[in-house]
């Protein structure tokens, strides 16, 4: 069975970090791209972050740069979200996704382009 569990969202406060976890099971990460992406209330879902199949990353968001890393350990089958200097507007349930790709420098940051999704996370930041 094809899964994607996120772990690692929480409560924060404004300044803080947090690390998020992607972990893949059923399939290998080798041949997909992965993707971040978050729903904050009341507003559609928006890509974040992507890492291509040869670890190369793509931002979709502006405000995340800087302050956001995407990274990948093939050997556990897990995507990281590193972020930091997080902000009230950063709050916002995150999830990963995963696009089976031919290409390994190819990313998206369009939901629809995607496979399979986890299940969510939340993440809060206070001010």
């Known amino acids: 069975q094809l899964q994607l569990v996120e772990s690692g969202g929480g409560l924060v406060q404004s300044g803080g970090s947090l690390r998020l976890s992607c972990a893949a099971s059923?399939?290998?990460?080798?041949?997909?791209?992965i993707g971040w992406f978050r729903q904050a209330p009341g507003k559609e879902r928006e890509g974040v972050l992507c890492i291509t199949r040869n670890g190369g990353d793509t931002y979709y968001a502006d405000s995340v740069k800087g302050r956001f890393t995407i990274s990948k350990d093939n050997a556990k089958n897990t995507v990281y979200l590193q972020m930091n200097s997080l902000k009230p507007e950063d709050t916002a349930v995150y999830y990963c996704?995963?696009?089976?790709?031919?290409?390994?420098?190819?990313?998206?940051?369009?939901?629809?382009?995607?496979?399979?999704w986890g299940q969510g996370t939340q993440v809060t930041v206070s001010s």
């Open positions: 996704a995963a696009l089976l790709s031919g290409r390994y420098d190819y990313c998206s940051g369009a939901a629809r382009d995607y496979h399979y």
């Open positions: 059923g399939f290998s990460l080798d041949y997909y791209v």
